[in-house]
């Protein structure tokens, strides 16, 4: 018999698919009459269009409907000033479009992502890129999945998942992200020196990272861990909304998933063994805890 959080999902999925069609008609509506040129500006990075607020007005009337008590926190009514404090009652936590730069650019890549948060901790999550049709999904203790064009797959579609033997096998997600002060930004840039570099310039443990990618969605790039594409996500300053659903997505396919900031994914560690695997945790920025906050992730 389906459980509460079964039927949760399914009527998240159905939502999601709703949403992704907005973002889609609102992708050809922008390109088309260059909208984005007059897209309203957080800052001259952090970019917000009207679709981003159509999109959360649609999600969210539907949650509230749908699932009336649960509470919620998205990107667009946080800016507007709406700020729940995270209680343990359960509460969704949305991102409208994530990878706002690309979808006012035309680069099709972008997603909604709809979290559940329950106790502090991400529950439920449900990602959908309707640029390519692929909607992935988890649950607490469930697995994720990748649906696309009406198939269903479990994740990570290697089975057995790949074995990630050392960093010099690694395809690396990172974003420059929306803080562009000048000293994140060159002590983002060093890291990714660090990770792409020569070995012989004396690189993390000697290694060089096959390449590196940015793809514009913190959602995504989770996603992509999930599926097995991506072999580690790693970026600082994310908001919940990017995380939420992305991080049970990835944790579902067998993924780990770390972060500082007092978090709820709080768990700032240098190593961990999870499931007989070992885990080692690539800080961001300079070497010490203290400074840093980990946002990093390696399956
Ligand atoms: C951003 C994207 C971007 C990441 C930023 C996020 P938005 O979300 O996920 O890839 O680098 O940290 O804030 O603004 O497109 O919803």
Not at 19 to 46: M, R, T
Not at 165 to 190: C, N, T, Y
Request: aromatic share 8%.
């Amino acid at each position: 018999t389906p459980t509460l959080l079964d039927e949760i999902l399914d009527s998240t999925i159905t939502l999601a698919h709703k949403a992704g069609d907005l973002i889609l008609e609102g992708s050809l509506a922008i390109q088309s009459s260059h909208a984005a040129e007059e897209s309203e500006k957080k800052n001259s990075v952090d970019l917000v269009t009207e679709y981003d607020v159509k999109v959360e007005e649609l999600v969210k009337g539907e949650l509230g409907k749908t699932w009336e008590g649960f509470k919620f926190i998205g990107e667009e009514s946080y800016a507007a000033g709406s700020r729940p404090p995270l209680t343990n009652e359960p509460t969704f936590c949305v991102d409208p479009i994530d990878g706002t730069t690309n979808f006012i650019h035309g680069f099709p890549h972008s997603c909604v992502s709809i979290g559940l948060i329950y106790n502090k901790s991400p529950i439920l999550g449900v990602i959908y890129n309707p640029h390519l049709d692929q909607l992935f999904y988890a649950s607490k203790g469930n697995g994720a999945y990748l649906i696309q064009q009406g198939r269903k797959v479990k994740l990570p579609l290697a089975k057995p998942p790949k074995e990630l033997k050392s960093l010099s096998k690694a395809l690396i997600g990172v974003e420059w992200g929306s803080d562009r002060s000048l000293s994140l930004i060159q002590q983002k840039s060093a890291s990714f020196s660090k990770l792409a570099g020569n070995p012989a310039e004396g690189v993390i443990g000697g290694q060089m990272a096959h390449s590196l990618r940015s793809l514009g969605s913190a959602a995504l790039n989770y996603s992509m861990v999930a599926m097995g594409g991506l072999d580690i996500y790693w970026e600082i300053g994310c908001w919940p909304w990017d995380i939420c659903a992305g991080s049970i997505i990835a944790q579902e396919a067998g993924g780990f998933v770390a972060g500082g900031h007092n978090a709820p994914l709080d768990n700032n560690v240098d190593e961990a063994v999870l499931n007989g695997r070992k885990y080692i945790v690539i800080r961001a920025i300079g070497d010490t805890p203290e400074e840093k906050g980990v946002d990093a992730q390696k399956r």
